[in-house]
């Protein structure tokens, strides 16, 4: 590639960032980095009636989360600052007006009531929602319908207009899509999209054109939910006169429901319990919260090698890929043009193998906030003990509490049911008998309680089947847990001695 690669993400400020949006950030970042090219963040907020307080925030916490960070943002700054679209609001005018001036688009006067009863009357079965195209432009209040000195009479007296782009009859356009292919669109089922608002702010449509433009994008990847848009910005490429300068376009694949059965929605997170947003999400309007993969106890180097394998592969069975790895092997070409069902036990899968490949000292600093959270104040050297005996057990990193607060508090005993009908008299004289010796352990350690608790087994006459499973349940509250004399290693003789009285009361 002979220029440097510059992508951008654009997203528009509206609200929590769904995992189809981080991963056309993380296969823009990937893209980048491997051609050795920059990543361009580009807040799109022309559209005042959507901004959502928080929302611009939100997306640079979930970037440096994922640790996804632009070359060039409004944060960082760059050499094509602004880079939020509201302030570079005066740069479009211009644009829209060489549109116009060039017959490529025009000016429409239309009240939202002339709007709404030209969509009444043309309303059918078969076209129930009619578009402001080139079959009704003649019966508009527009440039083209008016001419342009009425036009401009109107709009020197302060009549509110917008500038619309004029589609063209029966062509085709085309253009080759880095993952589809060849793409054709028949020019007669594209409406006539808004350009320039009344209010002066361009649409999403002028803008990323113009914008793309200017910050000299060689390629554009973006949801394939914008492929029908796809027309209107090819041609103002082609009519901005820049179309020696167009990026290459990728549309990226959906991110399907489990089912297959259409595009993964929040709403199926709630409905199916698992995250879909990047991390949480608080609407500032109702207040709902929508849990994010990072505070459900998700690693972000976990849901990166999620999110790259929805759409993508190296060719290999391999799954679990480091950044570093992803950088060198990503390619467009393998990006998959069907959509990827997302499965929530996969992505539970990647998460336990990330943890079980990060080292003791690792998952403590991760662990830490978890046990901190329980009013337990523990040591380091502790805690790298516990993660070492539960981390297999550990899925997510709320885990490390729900597999491990037995060795920080005297759990309640909530299984006690499982061992009730076979307790007897024998059983209660071994475990008295057994708690009231360890002062003769000489060295508290996994070893020599198993075998003191071997010995006086065997003593009372008992077997494994009939006093390890109490023990367990007498120490950790139910059936679960790391080995049993691990267990009472770490708690101690004093901790291990109590629980069995106690459990010895309640039994
Ligand atoms: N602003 C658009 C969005 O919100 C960007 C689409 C594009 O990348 O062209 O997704």
């Given at each position: 590639m002979s220029n440097k690669v510059r992508v951008r993400f654009a997203p528009s400020p509206t609200g929590g960032l769904h995992l189809g949006g981080v991963r056309t950030v993380l296969y823009n970042y990937l893209f980048a980095k491997h051609h050795g090219g920059e990543f361009v963040l580009r807040i799109e907020d022309t559209d005042q009636t959507r901004y959502v307080e928080g929302a611009e925030q939100y997306i640079y916490d979930c970037l440096s989360w994922c640790g996804l960070?632009?070359?060039?943002?409004?944060?960082?700054?760059?050499?094509?600052?602004?880079?939020?679209q509201s302030e570079r609001k005066a740069s479009y005018f211009q644009y829209a007006k060489q549109l116009v001036d060039a017959g490529y688009a025009y000016y429409a006067f239309d009240t939202p009531e002339e709007l709404e009863a030209m969509r009444a009357s043309l309303k059918t079965e078969a076209n129930p929602t009619p578009q402001y195209d080139g079959k009704v432009r003649m019966q508009m209040r527009n440039s083209e319908a008016l001419g342009m000195e009425a036009s401009q009479k109107l709009i020197d007296a302060g009549t509110p207009y917008v500038v619309r782009i004029k589609m063209p009859q029966d062509e085709q356009v085309v253009f080759t899509d880095m993952i589809r292919g060849e793409v054709h669109f028949d020019?007669?089922?594209?409406d006539d999209k808004v350009l320039l608002k009344a209010d002066g702010m361009p649409t999403y449509h002028l803008a990323v054109v113009v914008d793309d433009y200017m910050m000299g994008i060689t390629h554009a990847f973006r949801g394939e939910e914008w492929l029908p848009s796809a027309p209107v910005h090819i041609l103002l490429w082609k009519y901005l006169g820049w179309v020696d300068k167009m990026p290459e376009w990728a549309h990226l694949p959906l991110i399907l429901k489990p089912d297959g059965h259409g595009k993964l929605s929040k709403r199926d997170g709630e409905r199916l319990g698992f995250?879909?947003?990047?991390m949480n999400w608080k609407d500032p309007k109702t207040g709902d919260l929508t849990q994010g993969f990072r505070e459900r106890g998700f690693l972000p180097e976990a849901f990166i090698n999620i999110l790259v394998m929805l759409g993508w592969n190296d060719g290999t069975e391999q799954e679990i890929f480091s950044m570093e790895e992803l950088i060198q092997?990503?390619?467009?070409?393998?990006?998959?043009?069907g959509g990827a069902k997302f499965d929530y036990e996969k992505a539970k899968w990647y998460n336990h193998q990330y943890i079980q490949r990060k080292t003791d000292a690792e998952l403590v600093a991760l662990a830490k906030p978890y046990i901190a959270a329980h009013g337990v104040d523990t040591t380091d050297a502790y805690l790298e003990k516990v993660v070492a005996l539960i981390k297999e057990r550990c899925t997510l990193l709320p885990d490390f509490w729900e597999q491990g607060h037995f060795f920080f508090k005297t759990p309640?005993?909530?299984?006690?049911a499982a061992i009730k009908d076979k307790w007897n008299e024998q059983k209660k004289a071994f475990f008295e008998s057994w708690a009231n010796s360890f002062d003769s352990i000489t060295d508290w350690t996994h070893d020599a309680i198993e075998a003191s608790f071997n010995d006086a087994m065997t003593a009372n006459g008992l077997k494994k089947g009939d006093v390890l499973l109490p023990l367990r349940i007498m120490l950790v509250?139910?059936?679960?847990?790391?080995?049993v004399f691990n267990i009472a290693e770490m708690i101690g003789a004093n901790e291990t001695a109590e629980r069995i009285k106690n459990a010895i009361n309640i039994l």
């Open positions: 960070e632009p070359d060039e943002s409004p944060l960082k700054g760059g050499p094509h600052a602004p880079y939020r020019t007669n089922l594209v995250p879909v947003f990047a092997k990503f390619s467009i070409s393998r990006v998959h043009k309640e005993i909530t299984e006690i509250g139910g059936k679960y847990g790391p080995g």
